[in-house]
Structures are given as structure tokens and as C-alpha cells.
């Protein structure tokens, strides 16, 4: 069965029950909680989605947000769990096993984990910009993106070991309440795990409670961006892969609904296996009738 995120709607709603009805009315029984919900919130929308008989998946940390955050300024890297200031990580791993415990109260099978930064200015978005003006091929690109690969490699290491010291005192929590951690491959270039860390940290825990989660559009973006090659991330990490961020790109704009958007979604079929979850994460300008067809195009092709 094809889920969808809350981040579809979430935003549009300040009950839970609200969010959590719209999307039953697509008839979607299925849904991943994203990082902008309440702990009320929360609450409404497993009340309704256990009258309504309504899975929850997956939750996104940080989730519910953490109630020292209001609402409009919750985000998944409010506090990073690769920070080297102590205090800051702390509070990333005290919130992060509260979303784990949350998704053990919900009956929820995954978590999926934003894992930080390395603190060096972003040049994504910029190479964005030239793309789209058709300068891949300039000086100018060429210099950004081999200094922020340069930058990014040389100043990496306190944050990658920040990461690995947060990972190994969350797997153990995760396992005690029998929730995977889905670490997500990642939009901007300076986030953690890079394409090469992944390799790191699998090699680490080998054990299903810390698993791949692969988003879609991040991958296609830096695809296309130079950074790593196409289908690079699920032909390396696909056998540890436990679910899937299903929405698509138009102009290297992610998030559109999937039937909307340059990339083929046929490239995921030999990695998406039955067991692995499929949350359309598609943001609040996608229309429903965009939604209801992306669902029926997506169980017809993974047959779920």
C-alpha cells in the first residue's frame, strides 16, 4: 500500500483530525506523520486513525515537534545530531528518542532521520541557479562545485564523528523498542551522510535497526548536479533499504506530486522491494486530483 506524509497538508490545518481526514477523503489508508505536528496534533491523529482503521507508517523525526519550537519554525535540523556543541546534541538525541518512542505508541514501523551538517556555507542552491540557466558546463559552476566537494571533505571530520558517537546511542534505543532508523540521503550537499559516509555507517551497524532511506528527489538533484552518478545511492546501499520518499522534480523544484515531474519512476523497481514503505512526500501546492493519480500510477507499477 502507497502512504502519503502529512507534509501534503499539515500546513493547511491546526487539528490533527483535519489533516488526517482530508487525506482519508483520497482515500489513502496509509500515511508517514511529518516533522511540523504537535504533540496534540499527534494525539488527534491517532485517535482518528485508529476509529478509522488508518496505519501510520513511518513518523519523520522531529515528531511530535519539540516543545520548546513553535510550530512555524520546527524543522527536521532544528537541533543537529553531528553539532559539536554538546548542549545542542543533547537536545537533538533527547527529542529524536522521543519521536522513536512516539512511533512505538503508534504502532509505527520506521523513523527517519535527518543526521546534520557539516557548518560550511551551502553552495546548492546556487549550482541550482546556473543549472537552470543552462551553466553546467561553465568555469564558473565548474569552481563552485569542485571548492564545496574540496571544503565539505576538509572539514567533515568532527561532524562525521559527532554522527557516529549520536547513531550508536540511538540503534541501541531503537532496538529496544523495535523501530528502524531510516537515514535519508539529503537535498543540500553539505548535509550528513554524504554519499561515501553511507558506506561508513552501514559498515558500522550491520544490524536492520539503522537502514537506508532513500528520497527521490534529493537523488535526483544531485544526480544531476555532478555530485555522484545516476542510481549511484540504490545500486550501493538498496539491500539495506527500508522505505522510499516517492515525489518528483520539475526544474530541480522537488517535492511536486509524482506524476508530475521529469524523473522515471521505473528506475526504482528493482530496488523497491514489497516490504519496503512508499510514502509519497509531495508538499502542499500538489493538488488532490494530482495525489489521487500519483497513488493509483504508483500501486500499478510496484503493485501494492
Request: charged share 30%.
Amino acid at each position: 500500500m502507497i502512504a502519503l506524509s502529512t507534509a501534503w497538508n499539515a500546513d493547511r490545518w491546526e487539528d490533527g483530525q483535519k489533516i488526517v481526514e482530508e487525506i482519508d477523503r483520497l482515500g489513502v489508508k496509509k500515511i508517514e506523520l511529518n516533522f511540523s505536528l504537535t504533540q496534540t496534533m499527534v494525539e488527534e491523529i491517532f485517535k482518528y486513525c485508529k476509529q478509522e482503521d488508518i496505519e501510520i507508517a513511518s513518523l519523520h523525526n522531529y515528531c511530535p515537534i519539540p516543545e520548546e519550537l513553535k510550530r512555524q519554525d520546527a524543522l527536521p535540523d532544528s537541533f543537529s545530531l553531528s553539532s559539536v556543541d554538546e548542549s545542542e546534541r543533547k537536545k537533538a538525541l533527547d527529542y529524536t528518542k522521543i519521536t522513536i518512542s512516539t512511533a512505538k505508541k503508534l504502532s509505527a514501523h520506521a523513523v527517519v532521520l535527518h543526521c546534520g551538517r557539516v557548518e560550511i556555507e551551502d553552495r546548492t542552491r546556487r549550482l541550482i541557479d546556473l543549472f537552470n540557466s543552462g551553466l553546467k558546463d561553465s568555469r564558473e559552476y565548474k569552481e563552485i562545485l569542485a571548492g564545496f566537494v574540496r571544503e565539505r571533505e576538509l572539514k567533515k571530520s568532527d561532524y562525521f564523528a559527532q554522527i557516529l558517537k549520536s547513531l550508536k546511542e540511538l540503534c541501541g534505543y531503537a532496538q529496544e523498542k523495535n523501530i528502524v532508523l531510516g537515514i535519508e540521503n539529503r537535498f543540500y550537499y553539505r548535509e550528513i551522510p554524504s554519499p561515501e559516509e553511507f558506506e561508513i555507517i552501514f559498515n558500522q551497524w550491520k544490524n536492520d535497526s539503522i537502514s537506508y532511506w532513500h528520497d527521490v528527489g534529493h537523488s535526483y538533484i544531485l544526480e544531476k548536479l555532478g555530485f555522484m552518478e545516476e542510481g549511484s545511492l540504490l545500486k550501493k546501499y538498496g539491500q539495506r533499504l527500508c522505505g522510499v520518499h516517492l515525489h518528483n522534480v520539475k526544474n530541480l523544484i522537488d517535492h511536486q506530486a509524482p506524476i508530475e515531474g521529469d524523473f522515471d519512476f521505473n528506475r526504482l523497481k528493482p530496488f523497491v522491494r514489497s516490504n519496503i514503505l512508499k510514502i509519497i512526500e509531495a508538499h502542499g501546492h500538489a493538488s488532490a486530483s494530482a495525489i489521487k493519480k500519483s497513488l493509483v500510477y504508483l500501486e500499478g507499477m510496484f503493485h501494492d
